[in-house]
C-alpha cells in the first residue's frame, strides 16, 4: 500500500464517519479540522471519492536552472580536479565551454555533496575503486554513500552469520553467509549450536571450493569483528590460504551491506514461508530446502538494485568469466 493510498484511505474514513455521527465527532475523532473536512467533502461532491487521492506533484522546472549538460560538466571537472576550488574549476570550464561564475559553481557543488575537497577526493576514490578495485579508506566514507567493491569475482566475498532460530530438537541453528561483492553469488551453510570460528574457517574451505567449481579463486574476504571470524582458528586458516582478510569498523553492520541484505531476502523469502508450512524435526531437512531455494536464487531469481538491474548472480557470474 503506497502513502498515497493510505493518505486517501484515511480521508474517506473521516467522511464515512461524519456520515454516520456528525462532523464535529468525526473532526474529533481523527484530529482534522472543519475548514479541512468541507475542503475534503467539497471534492468529494463535485468530482467523486478518486479526487480525494493526492496527486503527484513533481519539481517546477525553472527557466533560470542551469542546463543538465553543464550540471554534468562542472561534476566531471570537479571529481577529475578535486584539489582545486570553484574560481580554479572556472578556468577549466570555460575550455569546455561551460560559462559560470564561481558562486554559481560553488552552488552546484554543494547541491550534489561537492562543496568541500574531502568530498570531492572521496568522490574520486570511491568511482577509482568502482573501476579498479582499489579500496581505500576516503572511498568508504565517499558522497555516494558506502558500498563494496570488487573487479573481479572472488576478489571480496562478505561472510556474515545469521541466527535463524532455535529449534525443537535440535536447539540454536545458525546459517553462515558467503556473497560474491561482484556477482551477488551467495553460498551458505546451517550449523547447530552456538557458532564458532572453526565453524567459520570450515565454511571458508566450503566457500573456496564452490568458487574453484565454477572457476574463481577466492582472494579476499570481509567479516564484521564477530568472535567467530576474530577467533584465532579463523585468522590463521586464511593466513594458511593467503586470502586477505578485511574487517568493517566496529558497529557498522551498512559496511556489510551486501551480506545483511541477502540475510533479510533469505528470511522473507525463505525461512518464514518454510516455518508456517511445516515443522523441521532435523537441521538436514531445513538445510535441504535452504539449498534449494539458493540454488533458485542464485540461476533465477531476478534482483531489480541499482546494481544488479534485473539480473541474476550467476548471468553477472558468467559476464566476468566470459
Not at 60 to 85: H, K, S
Not at 169 to 181: H, N, R, S
Amino acid at each position: 500500500m503506497t502513502p498515497a493510498q493510505i493518505i486517501d484511505h484515511r480521508r474517506v474514513q473521516v467522511l464515512d464517519r461524519a456520515g454516520q455521527t456528525s462532523v464535529s465527532e468525526a473532526c474529533r475523532t481523527f484530529g482534522v479540522s472543519r475548514t479541512t473536512y468541507y475542503r475534503w467533502a467539497g471534492r468529494a461532491q463535485r468530482y467523486g471519492l478518486a479526487a480525494l487521492l493526492p496527486k503527484g506533484r513533481r519539481p517546477p522546472v525553472m527557466p533560470t536552472a542551469t542546463p543538465p549538460d553543464q550540471v554534468e560538466a562542472v561534476l566531471a571537472e570537479a571529481v577529475a580536479r578535486p584539489t582545486i576550488g570553484a574560481q580554479r574549476l572556472v578556468d577549466h570550464l570555460a575550455d569546455r565551454g561551460v560559462r559560470l561564475s564561481p558562486s554559481g559553481v560553488q552552488k552546484l557543488l554543494v547541491r550534489h555533496r561537492l562543496g568541500r575537497r574531502a568530498q570531492r577526493v572521496a568522490a574520486l576514490a570511491q568511482l577509482t575503486a568502482a573501476t579498479t578495485g582499489i579500496l581505500t579508506t576516503d572511498a568508504k566514507d565517499g558522497p555516494f554513500g558506502f558500498c563494496h567493491f570488487a573487479a573481479r569475482p572472488g576478489d571480496l566475498v562478505a561472510l556474515d552469520s545469521f541466527y535463524v532460530g532455535k529449534l525443537k530438537g535440535i536447539g540454536p541453528v545458525w546459517q553462515l553467509t558467503a556473497v560474491d561483492t561482484a556477482t551477488r553469488y551467495a553460498i551458505g551453510r546451517l550449523v547447530a549450536g552456538d557458532k564458532s570460528a572453526r565453524d567459520a574457517a570450515a565454511f571458508v574451505d566450503h566457500v573456496a571450493e564452490r568458487l574453484a567449481g565454477i572457476g574463481v579463486e577466492l582472494a579476499g574476504v570481509l567479516t564484521d569483528n564477530g568472535p567467530e571470524f576474530t577467533g584465532k582458528a579463523f585468522t590463521s586458516h586464511l593466513a594458511e590460504l593467503g586470502i586477505t582478510h578485511h574487517r568493517i569498523p566496529p558497529r557498522s553492520p551498512n559496511h556489510n551491506a551486501v551480506c545483511e541484505r541477502f540475510q533479510g531476502t533469505a528470511l522473507q523469502e525463505f525461512y518464514r514461508p518454510a516455518f508456517h508450512r511445516q515443522h523441521f524435526g532435523r537441521l538436514a531437512d531445513l538445510g535441504a530446502q535452504f539449498q534449494g531455494w539458493l540454488q533458485h536464487y542464485n540461476t533465477r531469481r531476478r534482483n531489480h538494485g541499482d546494481f544488479m538491474r534485473g539480473r541474476t548472480p550467476v548471468a553477472v557470474m558468467e559476464a566476468h568469466l566470459s
